[in-house]
């Protein structure tokens, strides 16, 4: 199977891997969308985060005690607060909103990053990110609609999240300095354990046996997505892989569709072209300029 796919051209791998990464997030919406009726917001995180740190602890432990050292502990902590965050804002979202909606809301991130990382990492705030910051916040805009239709809750915690998931990139970004990627994933799940599980028992509820092939997916969906975003970066550049993610609206629209009868907002959807849009005129610019700077 492995030399199958290594037969196949370059782009081509990078558009399969892709394509696990969105089913990847589907997993992930279906199951939380599901678990969200029998059990609290912190006892699906804990759940998660408990899959995470069993799934990368051998990963870890390979390399001995060496393998779990770190000098960004607080750094650590502090990300991992901030993901968790991110993470229930989308998790109330999945639960109140239309998938498409949710996921026209999440094409912000790059947006809410890349005004971050002036301030926080010294990068210049060019004149390419602030028309695609501009054009960002008119899709968000089309999608509330503020005047026209009462302003959802549920869109605002979104982008809340958003912001939260943006400044936990950042995060990352100082954190690639000294640590592994699984390091950073390992210490995330690890605190954010606790964060999540202490809550949880003040209002625990036991799973029954029907919830644990959602509580596996939920766990499991999440290192899934993230595994083949970065099979499929590894390969091809990030202005090939990127268009790509603009598929997740109309395959997050017939997953809401098929299961869960949801209508197509087409406000939801030219927002969303247009936040898609200003990001990827960004991201090529950005890719133009580097071109430039190696000739």
């Known amino acids: 199977m492995n030399s199958m796919l290594l037969s196949l051209p370059p782009t081509f791998r990078a558009v399969l891997w892709f394509c696990g990464t969105m089913a990847g997030f589907a997993g992930m919406a279906i199951a939380a969308r599901d678990l969200w009726h029998s059990m609290s917001v912190f006892e699906i995180l804990a759940f998660r985060s408990f899959i995470g740190v069993v799934v990368v602890l051998p990963f870890v432990m ?15 902590g502090l990300r991992a607060v901030v993901q968790l965050g991110s993470q229930a ?23 809410w990053a890349a005004l971050l990382a002036a301030p926080m990492l010294g990068e210049r705030l060019r004149r390419h990110k602030w028309i695609a910051t501009i054009g960002g916040f008119i899709g968000v805009l089309i999608i509330l609609r503020p005047g026209m239709v009462a302003v959802s809750v549920p869109a605002l915690v979104v982008l809340v999240g958003s912001v939260f998931y943006a400044l936990s990139g950042i995060f990352v970004k100082y954190l690639t300095r000294t640590d592994t990627p699984q390091i950073i994933v390992f210490y995330m799940n690890l605190i954010q354990l606790p964060i999540g599980l202490i809550p949880a028992l003040f209002v625990w509820v036991t799973p029954s046996w029907a919830d644990v092939p959602w509580i596996l997916v939920w766990g499991l969906s999440g290192l899934f997505a993230h595994y083949t975003m970065a099979r499929a970066l590894r390969i091809a550049d ?9 598929l997740r609206l109309p395959f997050m629209a017939l997953i809401g569709y098929l299961l869960y009868a949801e209508g197509l907002d087409p406000w939801a959807v030219l927002g969303a072209a247009i936040i898609f849009g200003a990001n990827y005129y960004s991201v090529r610019q950005e ?9």
């Open 62 to 76: 390979r390399g001995g005690l060496a393998g779990w050292a770190t000098p960004n502990i607080k750094m650590h």
């Open 89 to 111: 804002c989308w998790i109330y979202g999945v639960a109140l909103l239309a998938l498409v909606e949710i996921t026209a809301l999440e094409f912000t991130v790059p947006l």
């Open 238 to 246: 990030i202005s090939l892989i990127y268009p790509l993610d603009f």
């Open 287 to 295: 890719a133009l300029g580097a071109k430039i700077l190696s000739a």
